[in-house]
């Protein structure tokens, strides 16, 4: 059974080797978070099976007002994931996201955080977010950095009812909530 000092420092080593996998120098305090969390949502991506066919580009949707949009579509611009070329769009509401393969949700009140994470359920979407309380709300994954550290929460049962299968080395280093359980 890991402990939570050892699953820090192993998520330590992660992000460190998750911004030199991705030509960048790691980004500690003082530099900008954005380009990791741009970095995560390329690397959750590796550790997750979608049941839908795939398609001929990998897209991720930002809902809401937020600058991870423009750090995703500078990082990604030549880049793939999943093997395909990654397409970033920037949407203000959840009708007009359509079906992406990934979500980031940024949207002010937990009601149009709500919308949106049953919206990702139906439609099949790994719905990612950095705003508290997200997994617990039915999010797939909550992605936060507190003093220098990265904490990941997957919430296992929503994944499961989105029909999305997440990888054992992803799980291994998130906080995993099932059911009302962490």
């Not at 790691?26 to 839908?52: H, I, N």
């Not at 797939?140 to 990941?152: D, L, M, P, S």
Request: net charge positive; with cysteine; aromatic share 8%.
């Amino acid at each position: 059974m890991w402990r939570a000092p050892e699953v820090r420092r192993l998520a330590q080593r992660l992000v460190v080797l998750l911004c030199l996998l991705a030509g960048m120098a790691p980004a500690w305090p003082g530099q900008d978070e954005l380009q990791l969390k741009a970095v995560f949502l390329g690397r959750f991506a590796s550790y997750v099976q979608w049941p839908q066919p795939e398609r001929a580009a990998f897209d991720i949707t930002v809902l809401g007002a937020h600058p991870l949009g423009e750090q995703l579509a500078r990082l990604y611009a030549d880049k793939r994931i999943q093997g395909r070329p990654v397409r970033i769009r920037t949407v203000a509401q959840v009708q007009d996201v359509g079906t992406p393969d990934m979500l980031f949700v940024a949207l002010p009140s937990v009601a149009t955080r709500q919308a949106a994470i049953a919206y990702a359920q139906e439609h099949g979407i790994l719905s990612v977010s950095d705003a508290k309380g997200f997994a617990a709300l039915g999010g797939i994954i909550q992605i936060n950095f507190v003093e220098q550290n990265v904490q990941i929460k997957i919430n296992y049962d929503a994944a499961v009812k989105t029909g999305l299968h997440i990888g054992a080395p992803l799980l291994s280093i998130a906080t995993v909530l099932r059911g009302s359980q962490p």
